[in-house]
């Protein structure tokens, strides 16, 4: 599926702006931030995510300012930890979510700024399709899919975190990097999603070189926004 044609069918920016700002409004409990640190109680931070995890804290940073998204029934608490800034946050919030030795981990986010014409490289199949990997499975929806010689040569999932906001997922075979598949999935994919009214979200690790390339190319700029995830370890994996 691909976008609908004539020119009133592409999204401008000011669209997908809106869509973001109402995803982020849902996904956080309130956007933009209107400070510097913002702590945001959101019912959305109970119930489980795209693949049935819940995930208790959760934020988006932007160059002007920051929202982190707690449980309502902690937001008092943890906004008290942030008044002296993001470190002291970091150290304290995993405790009162019952994660002690978690912290608050920085990652790139990037978003859909522009519908980006490469050539379409996959098709879109069940996540029960016996040819695909088991990693794209647990997706909840159906997959975009390269194949080579009916062998999988790379692949698409959806992370569906509501219908105004899906992030995208993308694994290639290592004898099939370097041939551009994933950048294309990547485009046919936010073609996808922009078509049903939905802003494209792609994030990555800070050091996955490879990931920012295909997202740059796909049209997924880094404009210093970054996602905020709980985390026990030093890094987004």
């Given at each position: 599926?691909?976008?609908?044609?004539?020119?009133a069918a592409?999204?401008?920016?000011?669209?997908?702006?809106?869509r973001?700002?109402a995803?982020l409004?849902?996904?956080?409990?309130?956007?933009?931030?209107?400070?510097?640190?913002?702590?945001?109680?959101?019912?959305?931070r109970?119930?489980?995510?795209?693949?049935?995890?819940v995930r208790?804290?959760?934020?988006?940073?932007?160059?002007?300012?920051?929202?982190?998204?707690?449980?309502?029934?902690i937001?008092?608490?943890?906004?008290?930890?942030?008044?002296p800034?993001?470190?002291?946050?970091?150290?304290?919030?995993?405790?009162?979510?019952?994660r002690?030795?978690?912290?608050l981990?920085?990652?790139?986010?990037?978003w859909?700024?522009?519908?980006?014409?490469?050539?379409?490289?996959?098709?879109?199949?069940?996540?029960?399709?016996?040819?695909?990997p088991?990693w794209?499975?647990p997706?909840?929806?159906?997959v975009l899919?390269?194949?080579?010689?009916?062998?999988?040569?790379a692949?698409?999932?959806?992370?569906?975190?509501?219908?105004?906001?899906?992030?995208?997922?993308?694994?290639t075979?290592?004898h099939?990097r370097?041939?551009?598949?994933?950048?294309?999935?990547?485009?046919?994919?936010?073609?996808?999603?922009?078509?049903?009214?939905?802003?494209?979200?792609?994030?990555?690790?800070?050091d996955?070189?490879?990931?920012a390339?295909?997202?740059?190319?796909?049209g997924?700029?880094?404009?210093?926004?970054?996602i905020?995830?709980?985390?026990?370890?030093s890094s987004?994996?």
């Amino acid at each position: 599926m691909g976008l609908p044609t004539g020119p009133a069918a592409l999204p401008s920016r000011d669209d997908l702006e809106r869509r973001l700002n109402a995803f982020l409004t849902w996904w956080l409990g309130t956007w933009p931030p209107s400070g510097r640190l913002v702590v945001s109680g959101s019912p959305v931070r109970t119930r489980p995510g795209w693949d049935g995890q819940v995930r208790p804290v959760l934020g988006v940073a932007t160059p002007i300012g920051t929202v982190v998204s707690v449980p309502i029934a902690i937001e008092k608490s943890a906004t008290e930890l942030a008044r002296p800034g993001f470190e002291p946050l970091s150290d304290a919030i995993g405790a009162l979510v019952g994660r002690p030795r978690a912290k608050l981990v920085r990652g790139i986010f990037r978003w859909s700024e522009r519908v980006v014409d490469l050539p379409e490289a996959g098709e879109w199949v069940p996540r029960t399709d016996p040819r695909i990997p088991p990693w794209l499975r647990p997706f909840n929806g159906d997959v975009l899919v390269a194949f080579d010689d009916d062998k999988y040569a790379a692949g698409v999932g959806l992370k569906r975190h509501s219908p105004l906001g899906i992030e995208i997922a993308v694994g290639t075979e290592q004898h099939h990097r370097g041939k551009g598949l994933a950048s294309r999935l990547v485009a046919q994919a936010s073609r996808r999603i922009l078509a049903e009214g939905a802003i494209a979200l792609y994030l990555h690790a800070r050091d996955n070189v490879a990931s920012a390339h295909v997202a740059e190319r796909a049209g997924f700029p880094d404009d210093g926004w970054e996602i905020i995830e709980l985390w026990q370890g030093s890094s987004r994996p």
